[in-house]
């Protein structure tokens, strides 16, 4: 109970903090550092723009106060070199004190007032990761941060397209000499611990040598995320524990590992330590569900308002209105410094409802409130970094000026309204995070989703008002499951599953968590085990990639000037699945005896770029 209602302002950890200088602390390795850190089991994944301070504070605020350091937490990725040498990029991305702490204006030697990233008394352990291919872009990055966070993780995961083309995150992984040496540099010269996240290969050997080098260059903590690098979108399916138990069976024991995927419920944590014996489990798309993932549920009984539990004392959940406020209340207390606006106590059934039939409340009046001074020179500092002369005509006697030229001289020239928030990630990750929360919500109250749409950057009264509309909305939905005794509830989940997956009735786990509906080409199961009311946070459900291609949400791309792509291989091998518009195109052209065998080919024309043997996996 008191863990539950438990606010998550209750202490800011910021005005009350001393100014301080980090002092250089010896630096541990392995499984030492782990020790030193708490050896934490629950984990925030690195997230890009998603898992930024204020959805990390957030994460954390389901636990008593003083547990909250047991959760450990990574930054979003950043750019190494952007982050380096960019001070507008270090301002956005990263507030660790009030003062300059990097590039211009920054004093060595002057006392320094924590902020938000980083600060002991609120955001540790903390790791921050960067994604690199320049080992000196690395150091002098991870040099910056170094004395405010507890360690600095490499991305070798990232599968993105923008990974592709910039050289790093999991397409580095044919470049096992390069890895080495970005972890090995950090490991030799930077005076915190280094620490990575790869993807695994497509043979348990090949991944078994890729996690040994990754150790061999100095990685203190290894995380594996069961899946292959081409398994991403439609194609991500389900983890593969046994990969990531075959490799704590074969590291040296006091190896500290992570393992990443398959994380959707609570109870999935514990699952997930059995049966592949790390000493740790992240999570990511399971935390933008659901950021109470790591907190035990409320005792029955126990619930008061944020919490919900049916009647007959099954699963429930936390509230998304109670999430979304809680959400508020740190962007305001933390990031904003200020109150949060006086609100009524969260709806339950047996309240007044009188407020249901009256109009919504207007925004509070200050939507865009001033910028704390720190944040002032912070913005000052960036512009004057990003400041550039755009040559006029009458700098050249000779040429006229260009059209590009014109153009940057017209919007140079023109005034611009003076900006009344810093746009750091706290902001834009706001619209994003709770599209997410909301996602259940908002596919059935679509004007909720369209006023989220509508919601502007660091506009909270904007904000203010979606969430008048949520509460009104679960308000609304928890008197009619009243009045209906659950009935309405049940027939609408039972309604939605009976259209995704027709009459299906086959419906059971196996042993190792994957779902075993038509020789385990279903996720039916797991469906039915996450689905909650959609007031309710809850996992979304991609449907595995076989599901997705008989549904015509992917199909196989032809090779240009060829009009057959299964009787060629050189076709074959140049395959690549495309989307289907929004994900409910028309089925694949595809004759019904012959779809089971389409399905195993167009998931074996995946293009591949390793040089290892196929997977057998479907999904991974």
Same mark, same amino acid.
């Given at each position: 109970? =008191?863990?539950?209602?438990?606010?998550?302002?209750?202490?800011?950890?910021?005005?009350?903090?001393?100014?301080?200088?980090?002092?250089?602390?010896?630096?541990?390795?392995? @499984?030492?550092?782990? #020790?030193?850190?708490?050896?934490?089991?629950?984990?925030?994944?690195?997230?890009?723009?998603?898992?930024?301070?204020?959805?990390?504070?957030?994460?954390?605020?389901?636990?008593?106060?003083?547990?909250?350091?047991?959760?450990?937490?990574?930054?979003?990725?950043?750019?190494?070199?952007?982050?380096?040498?960019?001070?507008?990029?270090?301002?956005?991305?990263?507030?660790?004190?009030? #003062?300059?702490?990097?590039?211009?204006?920054?004093?060595?030697?002057?006392?320094?007032?924590?902020?938000?990233?980083?600060?002991?008394?609120?955001?540790?352990?903390?790791?921050?990761?960067?994604?690199?291919?320049?080992?000196?872009?690395?150091?002098?990055?991870?040099?910056?941060?170094?004395?405010?966070?507890?360690?600095?993780?490499?991305?070798?995961?990232?599968?993105?397209?923008?990974?592709?083309?910039?050289?790093? /995150?999991?397409? $580095?992984?044919?470049?096992?000499?390069?890895?080495?040496?970005?972890?090995?540099?950090?490991?030799?010269?930077?005076?915190?611990?280094?620490?990575?996240?790869?993807?695994?290969?497509?043979?348990?050997?090949?991944?078994?040598?890729?996690?040994?080098?990754?150790? @061999?260059?100095?990685?203190?903590? &290894?995380?594996?995320?069961?899946? $292959?690098?081409?398994?991403?979108?439609? $194609?991500?399916?389900?983890?593969?524990?046994?990969?990531? @138990?075959?490799?704590?069976?074969?590291?040296?024991?006091?190896?500290?590992?992570?393992?990443? /995927?398959?994380?959707?419920?609570? #109870?999935?944590?514990?699952?997930?330590?059995?049966?592949?014996?790390?000493?740790?489990?992240?999570?990511?798309?399971? !935390?933008?569900?659901?950021?109470?993932?790591?907190?035990?549920?409320?005792?029955?009984?126990?619930?008061?308002?944020?919490?919900?539990?049916?009647?007959?004392?099954?699963?429930?959940?936390?509230?998304?209105?109670?999430?979304?406020?809680?959400?508020?209340?740190?962007?305001?207390?933390?990031?904003?410094?200020?109150?949060?606006?006086?609100?009524?106590?969260?709806?339950?059934?047996?309240?007044?409802?009188?407020?249901?039939?009256?109009?919504?409340?207007?925004?509070?009046?200050?939507?865009?409130?001033?910028?704390?001074?720190?944040?002032?020179?912070?913005?000052?500092?960036?512009?004057?970094?990003?400041?550039?002369?755009?040559?006029?005509?009458?700098?050249?006697?000779? #040429?006229?000026?260009?059209?590009?030229?014109?153009?940057?001289?017209?919007?140079?020239?023109?005034?611009?309204?003076?900006?009344?928030? &810093?746009?750091?990630?706290?902001?834009?990750?706001?619209?994003?995070?709770?599209?997410?929360?909301?996602?259940?919500?908002?596919?059935?109250?679509?004007?909720?989703?369209?006023?989220?749409?509508?919601?502007?950057?660091?506009?909270?009264?904007?904000?203010?008002?979606?969430?008048?509309?949520?509460?009104?909305?679960?308000?609304?939905?928890?008197?009619?499951?009243?009045?209906?005794?659950?009935?309405?509830?049940?027939?609408?989940?039972?309604?939605?599953?009976?259209?995704?997956?027709?009459?299906?009735?086959?419906?059971?786990?196996?042993?190792?968590?994957?779902?075993?509906? !038509?020789?385990?080409?279903?996720?039916?199961?797991?469906?039915? @085990?996450?689905?909650?009311?959609?007031?309710?946070?809850?996992?979304?459900?991609?449907?595995?990639?076989?599901?997705?291609?008989?549904?015509?949400?992917?199909?196989?791309?032809?090779?240009?000037?060829?009009?057959?792509?299964?009787?060629?291989?050189?076709?074959?091998?140049?395959?690549?699945?495309?989307?289907?518009?929004?994900?409910?195109? =028309?089925?694949?052209?595809?004759?019904?005896?012959?779809?089971?065998?389409?399905?195993?080919?167009?998931?074996?024309?995946?293009?591949?770029?390793?040089?290892?043997?196929?997977?057998?996996?479907?999904?991974?």
């Amino acid at each position: 109970m =008191a863990a539950m209602e438990a606010t998550p302002g209750s202490s800011t950890g910021t005005a009350d903090a001393p100014p301080t200088v980090p002092a250089p602390k010896k630096k541990l390795h392995g @499984r030492a550092f782990y #020790e030193s850190i708490g050896s934490p089991k629950c984990i925030v994944a690195p997230m890009v723009d998603q898992s930024e301070f204020a959805w990390r504070m957030l994460s954390r605020s389901f636990l008593p106060e003083s547990q909250r350091c047991s959760i450990l937490a990574y930054s979003p990725m950043l750019h190494s070199r952007l982050f380096a040498g960019g001070q507008k990029y270090r301002d956005t991305h990263f507030q660790p004190t009030r #003062e300059p702490w990097a590039g211009e204006g920054f004093d060595p030697a002057a006392a320094l007032t924590p902020f938000l990233d980083g600060n002991p008394a609120i955001d540790r352990p903390l790791f921050v990761q960067f994604a690199s291919h320049d080992p000196d872009a690395l150091l002098a990055a991870a040099e910056m941060v170094a004395p405010y966070c507890d360690a600095v993780d490499l991305n070798l995961g990232c599968p993105q397209g923008i990974a592709k083309r910039g050289h790093y /995150g999991a397409f $580095l992984q044919e470049d096992q000499d390069l890895i080495f040496r970005l972890i090995n540099t950090l490991h030799e010269k930077l005076s915190i611990p280094v620490t990575a996240k790869i993807r695994m290969l497509e043979t348990r050997e090949a991944t078994l040598e890729y996690a040994q080098n990754v150790l @061999r260059a100095g990685a203190s903590i &290894l995380t594996v995320h069961g899946r $292959l690098r081409e398994q991403k979108g439609h $194609l991500t399916g389900v983890a593969d524990w046994d990969m990531i @138990r075959y490799l704590r069976d074969n590291l040296p024991p006091d190896t500290v590992l992570f393992a990443n /995927g398959n994380i959707l419920l609570p #109870e999935d944590i514990d699952a997930c330590l059995a049966a592949t014996g790390v000493d740790g489990v992240m999570s990511a798309e399971g !935390n933008l569900s659901n950021p109470a993932i790591f907190a035990p549920a409320p005792a029955p009984g126990d619930e008061a308002r944020e919490y919900w539990r049916p009647r007959d004392g099954r699963d429930g959940g936390w509230r998304v209105d109670a999430v979304f406020r809680r959400y508020l209340d740190i962007m305001y207390r933390y990031v904003r410094e200020q109150e949060p606006p006086t609100r009524r106590p969260l709806f339950v059934v047996g309240d007044d409802t009188t407020w249901l039939a009256a109009p919504p409340p207007p925004p509070p009046a200050a939507a865009l409130v001033p910028m704390t001074e720190s944040q002032l020179q912070q913005q000052a500092s960036a512009k004057r970094a990003a400041d550039f002369t755009i040559p006029s005509a009458a700098d050249d006697d000779d #040429e006229p000026p260009t059209k590009k030229q014109k153009h940057q001289q017209k919007h140079q020239q023109a005034p611009k309204k003076p900006e009344k928030y &810093l746009p750091t990630t706290n902001y834009a990750g706001m619209q994003g995070h709770l599209f997410h929360l909301l996602r259940h919500l908002v596919t059935r109250h679509t004007d909720v989703r369209d006023a989220l749409a509508r919601a502007r950057l660091a506009d909270m009264g904007k904000f203010e008002a979606v969430l008048d509309m949520v509460e009104r909305k679960v308000a609304e939905g928890l008197l009619e499951d009243e009045r209906s005794g659950g009935a309405t509830i049940k027939r609408e989940i039972d309604d939605e599953i009976q259209l995704k997956f027709g009459n299906k009735k086959k419906d059971h786990k196996g042993p190792k968590g994957e779902e075993e509906e !038509n020789g385990g080409e279903s996720s039916l199961y797991t469906v039915r @085990r996450c689905k909650r009311p959609w007031w309710v946070v809850q996992p979304v459900i991609r449907p595995l990639p076989s599901e997705a291609l008989a549904k015509g949400a992917i199909q196989p791309k032809k090779a240009k000037g060829n009009n057959d792509c299964s009787n060629s291989s050189s076709v074959v091998k140049k395959a690549a699945l495309v989307q289907n518009g929004n994900g409910n195109g =028309a089925a694949v052209p595809v004759p019904a005896p012959a779809q089971a065998t389409a399905i195993d080919e167009t998931l074996a024309a995946l293009d591949k770029t390793t040089p290892y043997p196929s997977s057998e996996l479907v999904s991974g």
